[in-house]
């Protein structure tokens, strides 16, 4: 047998579970801040409800992991975080609407693998039900922005309308095939255009497919012309007003080929990507959906809904390869001297400060100090019976080699020496 990963599938070392780790903070942190409570949902699901809405020709469905029970049913991993949060809502007639929740696991996708997409991935969700409002989609974009920005990513997020780009295709002259269509000019952005008019004439008239290209290149002001009355064009103007009034509107592009493949969406659509373009792929996308929970529950009722999703993976890898080295996973080693029990209350002082303190239990210094460089340890402190007397300690930096003295005491300045 041979020992490997599948591929697309990875194991994540101590290291890089740090930065994994320090995104998911982040997000978790500002989803409560903007008051979103937690949820889990269950990975392994019925098919059929993994399937509902797509139909079996759907992309999407054919990346489904299936299987099969004892019992012989019909089961399949979840792809995303929406379909199982739909199945949770109709579970739960009694949620105070507009519910508002966040959830973070892993999904499974068994489709091609490039670099910020995998078969088995996390992904973080945010979604309100129950709210028809742009202001709800606005705040969304707001904490997608909030999200980026403290993760050190200048985000340009990228927005675009279902509706409009349904009534630009029907106004080229397509009458059927909407869903093979958007799918085409969902691609627009990195397909040339010669692959996108030949695509699109499978199921319109050429010269419609040509006329159909330059609408999507078209500015709010054009299309408005074009379109006069239009709801998707409204429901931008309208959005893109309450941007303008967050302070975030320059970081938001009005992108009319903007699609987000699944027909799950009904309205307004983003994605987010980094602005220095040291990563090409999305780092994460939303909409609003407010048909897919009506349909399914199909009590009478209307569930509006609206959600984003952040992409770890491709966070993970922009980080990684903007940032160089990871994060390290212990800031200091303290390697006792005869002083086991005060090194370990030194080390719980500054665990208390946000220090990562790690107690050497060997015998040898140096071995301690070997270990501190294979494990990328920044500094190590020897505490012996001298230094308990003295009442000072030395910190070394093991990258420049300087040792600086500090009062033992003095633990909040210790602390802040090492992180």
């Known amino acids: ?56 020709d759907a992309e999407i469905v054919h990346e489904i992991y299936n299987l099969t029970d004892q019992g012989e049913r019909d089961l399949g991993l979840r792809f995303d975080l929406t379909v199982p949060f739909c199945k949770y809502i109709a579970l739960n007639r009694n949620l105070k609407m507009p519910f508002r929740r966040y959830e973070m696991g892993r999904v499974f996708r068994n489709g091609p693998v490039k670099p910020g997409r995998n078969r088995e991935f996390w992904q973080c969700d945010v979604d309100i039900v129950g709210d028809d409002s742009a202001e709800a989609e606005a705040e969304l974009i707001l904490l997608a922005y909030r999200c980026y920005v403290e993760l050190g990513i200048t985000p340009e997020i990228r927005i675009g309308n279902r509706k409009l780009l349904l009534a630009l295709i029907k106004h080229a002259g397509a009458t059927k095939n909407f869903d093979e269509i958007i799918g085409i000019i969902d691609k627009v952005q990195k397909a040339e255009k010669a692959e ?5 004439s499978k ?52 992108t009319p080929s903007l699609a987000r493949g699944l027909n799950v969406y009904t309205g307004t659509v983003w994605e987010v990507f980094d602005a220095s373009e040291s990563l090409k792929s999305s780092l ?111 910190i070394k930096n093991m990258q420049t080699g300087v040792e600086t003295e500090f009062k033992i005491k003095d633990i909040a300045k210790v602390a802040a020496s090492v992180v």
């Open 284 to 394: 994460g996308g939303g909409g609003r959906y407010d048909d897919i929970i009506t349909n399914f529950i199909d009590n009478g009722q209307k569930y509006p809904a609206v959600g984003i999703s952040f992409g770890l993976e491709p966070i993970s890898a922009l980080l990684s390869s903007t940032r160089g080295k990871h994060l390290p996973v212990v800031n200091l080693l303290v390697v006792p001297m005869n002083t086991y029990m005060e090194s370990n209350n030194f080390a719980e002082a500054v665990r208390f400060h946000g220090v990562k303190a790690l107690v050497w239990t060997g015998t040898k210094v140096g071995k301690a100090l070997e270990y501190a460089n294979a494990a990328g340890i920044p500094f190590v402190t020897v505490l012996g019976e001298n230094e308990i007397k003295s009442g000072t300690i030395k």
């Open 203 to 254: 199921y319109m008239p050429k010269a419609g497919a040509e006329d159909l290209f330059k609408y999507i290149q078209g500015g709010i002001t054009n299309l408005e012309k074009l379109l006069p009355g239009n709801d998707g064009i409204a429901e931008i103007k309208k959005l893109f007003e309450l941007l303008d009034k967050l302070k975030i509107a320059n970081s938001c592009v009005f």
């Open 196 to 200: 996108i008019i030949k695509n699109l």
């Open 1 to 56: 047998m041979e020992i490997r990963n599948l591929k697309g599938v990875y194991d994540y070392g101590p290291q890089a579970m740090q930065m994994r780790n320090r995104i998911t903070d982040i997000l978790r942190r500002n989803f409560e801040r903007f008051g979103y409570a937690p949820l889990e949902t269950a990975m392994l699901n019925h098919r059929e409800l993994l399937t509902y809405k797509y139909g079996n």
